[in-house]
T-cell receptor, first 115, second 115 residues
Framework: DAGVIQSPRHEVTEMGQEVTLRCKPI?????LFWYRQTMMRGLELLIY????????DSGMPEDRFSAKMPNASFSTLKIQPSEPRDSAVYFC?????????????FGNGTRLTVT | AQSVTQPDIHITVSEGASLELRCNYS??????LFWYVQSPGQGLQLLLR??????LVQGIKGFEAEFKRSQSSFNLRKPSVHWSDAAEYFC?????????????FGTGTRLTIIP
């Protein structure tokens, strides 16, 4: 079990550029979550998927953010255009089909810096 | 809506001393409750969880937590801390109904261990 794999670990970009964060969940996990962590707001849920279908995207800050899960082994979170206030650590997590009862398995995160 | 409050932003304890981290939740029904730990540069890892039954739950690394419905609390305890316990600890609450699989996290408590 390789765990949840996120790439890149660090991303530094200029304001206005497009940023794509990537996540490979644990094989067999039906749920995938994207979280954002900042000092000011803590850990916020952005969106989650069940069987590749977006279930709740109410945490996505605005239209600049989009997430996709084209198959069970890959998801992306895209920010276009990026802004300095998007600077944060973005985590991907996956869990088994027992829903909220199942432990979340987190990746090591992507630290995004927008200058 | 569910919410979690962790009143202590930062706690410092001596190695070998006992530890209690506070967590209060708000939820209209019986909640699912969790404690996660985050080491620097890492994702979150599940310590323990409560669904129902015995209100005292045991977790990994010698941690335990007690669910007190009357106080809406789920405090984390450890009788004797080790230097390796230095990390950030997050309490989380989840809804016990299908179709709402997201967790709401508290803002975290940073634990520092002094020799």
């Amino acid at each position: 079990d390789a765990g949840v794999i996120q790439s890149p670990r660090h991303e530094v970009t200029e304001m206005g550029q497009e940023v794509t964060l990537r996540c490979k969940p644990i094989s067999g996990h039906d749920y995938l979550f994207w979280y954002r962590q900042t000092m000011m707001r803590g850990l916020e849920l952005l969106i989650y998927f069940n069987n590749n279908v977006p279930i709740d995207d109410s945490g996505m800050p605005e239209d600049r953010f989009s997430a996709k899960m084209p198959n069970a082994s890959f998801s992306t979170l895209k920010i276009q255009p990026s802004e300095p206030r998007d600077s944060a650590v973005y985590f991907c997590a996956s869990s088994l089909s027992t829903g909220v009862r199942a432990p979340l398995h987190f990746g090591n995160g992507t630290r995004l810096t927008v200058t | 809506a569910q919410s979690v409050t962790q009143p202590d932003i930062h706690i410092t304890v001596s190695e070998g001393a006992s530890l209690e981290l506070r967590c209060n939740y708000s939820y209209g029904a019986t909640p699912y409750l969790f404690w996660y730990v985050q080491s620097p540069g890492q994702g979150l890892q599940l310590l323990l969880r409560y669904f129902s039954g015995d209100t005292l739950v045991q977790g990994i690394k010698g941690f335990e937590a007690e669910f007190k419905r009357s106080q809406s609390s789920f405090n984390l305890r450890k009788p004797s801390v080790h230097w390796s316990d230095a990390a950030e600890y997050f309490c989380a609450v989840g809804a016990a109904n299908f179709g709402n699989e997201k967790l709401t996290f508290g803002t975290g408590t940073r634990l520092t261990i002094i020799p």
